[in-house]
């Protein structure tokens, strides 16, 4: 790994306290000492601060030197969240971390490693697995209208193309390029996330991550780096629940608008 790296971790949160704090935990207990790290808590929760369980989250971070508690006091969104602390990066590599994350070794050395051995890699992500150890389907190929229909209705005439989408046929156990990895765990230098601004500030929540992707490939490569898995307790709330489905709607529609309606 190369010495004096510097690094960034922003994670955006609403209300799960408990989630955020265990992501944290385990930043700081896997994460090499020689890498000095910055973590930002992006709170977008609205939770009032006398609040007990506020309260107990924020007395927990307050025992980590490298842990910066911004407040919004409004959901400005998962982008917008991110973006937040976007002006105060100095670091070398910045990481988009989600608070349902958990590590499990110490990540970070490996893929700031990787990126300092491939200068032509903007952007990596290690492989996510769910709680059993399965590695999840957040490693697609380019959204199209067909996928989206494979995606939602899952019947088995789709399923081909559904695994395709997701790179099923794509051998993870070896570094591979990814157009689009869900933005639940992601490493990418931080001059590149400051010169494309970071997140389309348009999008309130869902697809910033595919958009952030498209842009990043215009400019760069992303691989992913398997090396190394992280697990994520994915929840996928948008697919249970209308108003989140409305608001990913919204934004796969705004996604298709600037990018092109690719039918397949």
Known sequence: MPKHVTLSISIVVYQKYDDTLLAVESIEHFTKSDIS?????VD?????DETPYKQSFLSALAK???VEYIDTKKNIGFGKGHNYILSELDSDIHAIVNPDIVLKSDVFSSLIDFLDKNPDIGMTAPILTDEQGNIQQVFRREITIYDLIC?????????????YHTMMDVNKTKDFECPFIQ??????????????NGFDKRYFMYVEDADLCKTILQ???????????????WERASHVDFKLMSIHAASLFRYFCKWGWKLK
């Open 37 to 41: 790290k910055k973590i930002y808590i």
């Open 44 to 48: 977008n929760s609205t939770v009032a």
């Open 64 to 66: 980590y030197e490298d």
């Open 151 to 163: 995606r939602y209705i899952r019947l088995w005439p789709f399923e081909k193309r559904y695994n």
């Open 183 to 196: 933005g639940s765990f992601l490493v990418i230098r931080t001059s590149l996330f400051k010169e494309v």
């Open 219 to 233: 400019r760069t490569r992303i691989v992913v780096h398997p090396t190394e898995k992280v697990m994520h307790r």
